[in-house]
């Protein structure tokens, strides 16, 4: 039966895919038309912009009362497929499929094993979520599919205040699909990221071979590669960005129209991954500055660099109109994450440390060569090595020939190379690649050629022109090992179904506990993992602020008080992870209860354990309890007993 | 390693030759397999797993981790 499901997914997906194609095209059409032109490799420009369109639109709909609903989704999908279908059409009738093929006989081996790896994307999709996705990304989606409207996620009310269009995507191929279908779209991303890679390498004037380098390079990068198992929404962000970087890099002129599309590319990308905020307005502005200034001097670049980027700071700004509202509507706070009206509100979001000041000061000191070899927790990956092997044969570049006016790649690696050091004085300790892709991709296409040019000057001997050849095939055939076993998983996870597409210790957990839950009682979670349990028991979870929040841990706070407040709360059941929270669970005592209470416990596994609250005879009626509502949604509500009482 | 790595790209680029001319050429291809191996062993994967089975490859593999991470370090 789960089977039928995964097959149903996929035209659902392909279909959201394809209008997300289509709005693309029919919107560069009417933006800037010359970005359809001439381009082998651009189908990824179209693509990005459909996607962060759809995702805007999506951010808007989720404040409408009822407004993310299957008919919705479709309405959108099926009038991009009516404008864009023409537009689409034409442009496949000029695209040229040959163009795009390995022209070397020594380059289409490299590039059979990365295009193995992109036809096993969507399998891979579906290869159990990861913590984050489980805790916050795809358990945000399912409530948002289940209330048909945005509704912050309990226990992440402060988290869910960052803009959230990857997330409401998630919610659409929901609405319209199942799970499977949400988590297949990591796929779509992942090619767009590929052919955005592959126009920025084209844009950067890098041959055929050059262009298929820059691919292995982002595809050699665990950290982009990870992204599409794991079930996080940084793809989005990463594709994005490299969409805006793409329309910088390749923007034809400074007029009108392409200024508006480098705008909303990139206040899709900040919106997509805040991160990129402090990494992208030195890089772009560098870009802008380059291309204002190609063909002209300074003092004359300096009013286009002016009126170009203020256009372009407008048309970001009001790309955060749904996020303003969203926080505005939800939390009060207009301009959350960034500034707060109420410090209440304030769960210092971009305040991010990570590590301790001798960890960091480590982190400092091994920059550049931490992006690709580090192996810090949360860090997820690596840029690919391949970067360190192209960029010291550029030493081997004439210095005094180089036109570096229309040297493209070698004015977004300084761009890159910008963004990164705003990075390491901003937030030293936060050592993840994809909070800072633009900047770090920014290297690959003068890396690829560095490669190139390299492996060029061996052809002279055969011997070392084919270990050169056979490293970098072994390079090539990397991403598909590490990921042969996540595809063997991903595929038996399948015959269990989209409900069971998590790791097994979190489903059982949750299953459990929550097969305890009675009608009308809410739980307590006390850990991360949320993603697999029924929408209307996330939606009535107790976050622990409720009952007091960190106060709970307060050698003031007997524990008597404590399961005295989970039960007012509506609570019946509560569920520690014991091995992440052993905080809580060590505060907590079943001996030491209100006389009026009952408290049972249970261990799960290793990691879970979960109590049972029974009232007895003289008990308070609960404040709370989980009710339908008028639109046959359940969610916390106050007791009616305890409001006439 | 680092000395002659230095002293041959040094050489390389005083003397204006390129790697047709030069014996840089197999300090590239060496340049690339070193990176292959850092690569392998601490990427998690097949590799390092497998690496890792043994004393001496655990020791390797700590040794080299903790010249780019301080994965323990909160």
Same mark, same amino acid.
């Given at each position: 039966?789960?089977?039928?499901?995964?097959?149903?997914?996929?035209?659902?997906?392909?279909?959201?895919?394809?209008?997300?194609?289509?709005?693309?095209?029919? $919107?560069?059409?009417?933006?800037?038309?010359?970005?359809?032109?001439?381009?082998?490799?651009?189908?990824?420009?179209?693509?990005?912009?459909?996607?962060?369109?759809?995702?805007?639109?999506?951010?808007?709909?989720?404040?409408?009362?009822?407004?993310?609903?299957?008919?919705?989704?479709?309405?959108?999908?099926?009038?991009?497929? $009516?404008?864009?279908?023409?537009?689409?059409?034409?442009?496949?009738?000029?695209?040229?499929?040959?163009?795009?093929?390995?022209?070397?006989?020594?380059?289409?081996?490299?590039?059979?094993?990365?295009?193995?790896?992109?036809?096993?994307?969507?399998?891979?999709?579906?290869?159990?979520?990861?913590?984050?996705?489980?805790?916050?990304?795809?358990?945000?989606?399912?409530?948002?599919?289940?209330?048909?409207?945005?509704?912050?996620?309990?226990?992440?009310?402060?988290?869910?205040?960052?803009?959230?269009?990857?997330?409401?995507?998630?919610?659409?191929?929901?609405?319209?699909?199942?799970?499977?279908?949400?988590?297949?779209?990591?796929?779509?991303?992942?090619?767009?990221?590929?052919?955005?890679?592959?126009?920025?390498?084209?844009?950067?004037?890098?041959?055929?071979?050059?262009?298929?380098?820059?691919?292995?390079?982002?595809?050699?990068?665990?950290?982009?590669?990870?992204?599409?198992?794991?079930?996080?929404?940084?793809?989005?962000?990463?594709?994005?960005?490299?969409?805006?970087?793409?329309? @910088?890099?390749?923007?034809?002129?400074?007029?009108?129209?392409?200024?508006?599309?480098?705008?909303?590319?990139?206040?899709?990308?900040?919106?997509?991954?805040?991160? @990129?905020?402090?990494?992208?307005?030195?890089?772009?502005?560098?870009?802008?500055?380059?291309?204002?200034?190609?063909?002209?001097?300074?003092?004359?670049?300096?009013?286009?660099?002016?009126?170009?980027?203020?256009?372009?700071?407008?048309?970001?700004?009001?790309?955060?109109?749904?996020?303003?509202?969203?926080?505005?509507?939800?939390?009060?706070?207009?301009?959350?994450?960034?500034?707060?009206?109420?410090?209440?509100?304030?769960?210092?979001?971009?305040?991010?440390?990570?590590?301790?000041?001798?960890?960091?000061?480590?982190?400092?000191?091994?920059?550049?060569?931490?992006?690709?070899?580090?192996?810090?927790?949360?860090?997820?990956?690596?840029?690919?090595?391949?970067?360190?092997?192209?960029?010291?044969?550029? $030493?081997?570049?004439? +210095?005094?020939?180089?036109?570096?006016?229309?040297?493209?790649?070698?004015?977004?690696?300084?761009?890159?190379?910008?963004?990164?050091?705003?990075?390491?004085?901003?937030?030293?300790?936060?050592?993840?690649?994809?909070?800072? @892709?633009?900047?770090?991709?920014?290297?690959?296409?003068?890396?690829?050629?560095?490669?190139?040019?390299?492996?060029?000057?061996?052809?002279?001997?055969?011997?070392?022109?084919?270990?050169?050849?056979?490293?970098?095939?072994?390079?090539?055939?990397?991403?598909?090992?590490?990921?042969?076993?996540?595809?063997?998983?991903?595929?038996?996870?399948?015959?269990?179904?989209?409900?069971?597409?998590?790791?097994?210790?979190?489903?059982?957990?949750?299953?459990?506990?929550?097969?305890?839950?009675?009608?009308?009682?809410?739980?307590?979670?006390?850990? +991360?993992?949320?993603?697999?349990?029924?929408?209307?028991?996330?939606?009535?979870?107790?976050?622990?602020?409720?009952?007091?929040?960190?106060?709970?841990?307060?050698?003031?706070?007997?524990?008597?008080?404590?399961?005295?407040?989970?039960?007012?709360?509506?609570?019946?059941?509560?569920?520690?992870?014991?091995?992440?929270?052993?905080?809580?669970?060590?505060?907590?005592?079943?001996?030491?209860?209100?006389?009026?209470?009952?408290?049972?416990?249970?261990?799960?596994?290793?990691?879970?354990?979960?109590?049972?609250?029974?009232?007895?005879?003289?008990?308070?009626?609960?404040?709370?309890?989980?009710?339908?509502?008028?639109?046959?949604?359940?969610?916390?509500?106050?007791?009616?007993?305890?409001?006439?009482? | 390693?680092?000395?002659?790595?230095?002293?041959?790209? @040094?050489?390389?680029?005083?003397?204006?030759?390129?790697?047709?001319?030069?014996?840089?050429?197999?300090?590239?291809?060496? +340049?690339?397999?070193?990176?292959?191996?850092?690569?392998?062993?601490?990427?998690?994967?097949?590799?390092?797993?497998?690496?890792?089975?043994?004393?001496?490859?655990?020791?390797?593999?700590?040794?080299?981790?903790?010249?780019?991470?301080?994965?323990?370090?909160?």
């Amino acid at each position: 039966m789960f089977v039928f499901d995964a097959i149903a997914a996929l035209p659902v997906w392909a279909i959201y895919s394809l209008a997300a194609w289509a709005a693309g095209v029919w $919107l560069l059409r009417h933006l800037a038309p010359s970005y359809l032109e001439g381009r082998v490799s651009n189908p990824g420009l179209a693509l990005a912009l459909g996607l962060g369109s759809f995702g805007a639109l999506w951010s808007l709909l989720a404040l409408v009362p009822d407004g993310m609903q299957p008919f919705s989704v479709w309405a959108v999908l099926i009038v991009s497929l $009516l404008l864009g279908a023409n537009p689409l059409y034409a442009y496949l009738k000029t695209f040229s499929f040959r163009a795009m093929l390995p022209q070397q006989k020594a380059v289409r081996w490299l590039a059979l094993p990365l295009v193995a790896l992109l036809l096993i994307a969507p399998l891979l999709t579906w290869y159990p979520l990861g913590t984050d996705a489980n805790s916050f990304y795809f358990a945000q989606a399912k409530l948002v599919a289940y209330t048909r409207q945005f509704v912050p996620l309990p226990g992440y009310e402060g988290f869910a205040q960052i803009p959230l269009p990857a997330e409401f995507t998630y919610t659409a191929l929901m609405l319209i699909g199942n799970e499977f279908a949400a988590r297949l779209i990591n796929a779509t991303e992942l090619w767009a990221c590929v052919l955005l890679m592959a126009s920025i390498a084209q844009a950067c004037r890098l041959s055929n071979t050059g262009i298929w380098l820059s691919v292995l390079i982002l595809l050699g990068s665990t950290s982009v590669t990870l992204l599409v198992t794991d079930g996080k929404t940084d793809l989005y962000g990463g594709m994005l960005g490299l969409a805006a970087v793409y329309a @910088f890099i390749s923007a034809p002129s400074l007029a009108g129209r392409q200024v508006a599309l480098m705008g909303v590319l990139s206040g899709f990308a900040v919106l997509a991954k805040l991160s @990129f905020l402090p990494v992208l307005v030195p890089m772009l502005a560098t870009l802008l500055v380059w291309k204002a200034i190609a063909g002209s001097t300074l003092k004359a670049a300096l009013p286009v660099v002016f009126r170009a980027g203020s256009a372009i700071a407008v048309l970001v700004i009001l790309c955060c109109i749904p996020l303003i509202l969203k926080n505005w509507l939800a939390y009060g706070e207009p301009f959350a994450p960034f500034l707060f009206l109420s410090a209440a509100h304030d769960d210092g979001l971009l305040g991010q440390d990570w590590f301790s000041a001798d960890a960091t000061r480590w982190i400092l000191l091994t920059y550049p060569l931490v992006w690709l070899f580090g192996q810090y927790p949360m860090q997820h990956g690596v840029i690919s090595p391949l970067l360190l092997a192209g960029l010291p044969a550029l $030493l081997m570049v004439r +210095w005094k020939q180089l036109d570096w006016r229309n040297d493209a790649a070698l004015v977004l690696a300084v761009a890159g190379l910008l963004g990164l050091l705003v990075w390491a004085v901003l937030y030293p300790s936060v050592i993840a690649p994809r909070y800072i @892709f633009p900047a770090l991709l920014a290297f690959v296409p003068l890396a690829a050629r560095g490669i190139e040019m390299t492996w060029q000057s061996l052809e002279g001997s055969r011997i070392a022109y084919s270990s050169y050849a056979a490293l970098l095939l072994a390079f090539a055939i990397l991403p598909l090992t590490y990921h042969k076993t996540e595809a063997k998983y991903a595929l038996r996870w399948i015959e269990r179904g989209p409900f069971r597409s998590y790791v097994d210790y979190i489903w059982q957990g949750l299953q459990v506990a929550e097969g305890v839950v009675p009608e009308g009682s809410r739980m307590l979670l006390v850990g +991360w993992e949320r993603s697999p349990l029924q929408p209307a028991t996330l939606n009535c979870l107790i976050t622990e602020k409720e009952i007091g929040g960190a106060a709970i841990l307060s050698e003031h706070k007997k524990p008597e008080d404590v399961w005295r407040d989970i039960y007012l709360a509506g609570g019946r059941v509560m569920l520690v992870n014991v091995a992440g929270r052993k905080d809580f669970a060590d505060k907590i005592d079943v001996n030491r209860k209100p006389d009026w209470l009952d408290v049972g416990a249970g261990k799960i596994n290793e990691f879970y354990t979960f109590y049972t609250l029974t009232p007895k005879k003289g008990a308070p009626e609960p404040v709370w309890k989980c009710a339908p509502s008028k639109r046959d949604v359940w969610e916390p509500t106050l007791n009616e007993m305890t409001k006439n009482g | 390693m680092v000395a002659v790595s230095g002293l041959t790209i @040094f050489n390389t680029i005083l003397k204006g030759e390129d790697m047709r001319t030069s014996y840089a050429k197999w300090l590239a291809v060496f +340049w690339l397999a070193l990176i292959l191996a850092l690569h392998l062993v601490l990427t998690p994967g097949p590799f390092s797993k497998s690496l890792k089975t043994t004393e001496q490859g655990v020791e390797i593999h700590e040794l080299l981790n903790s010249a780019f991470s301080r994965p323990d370090v909160y």
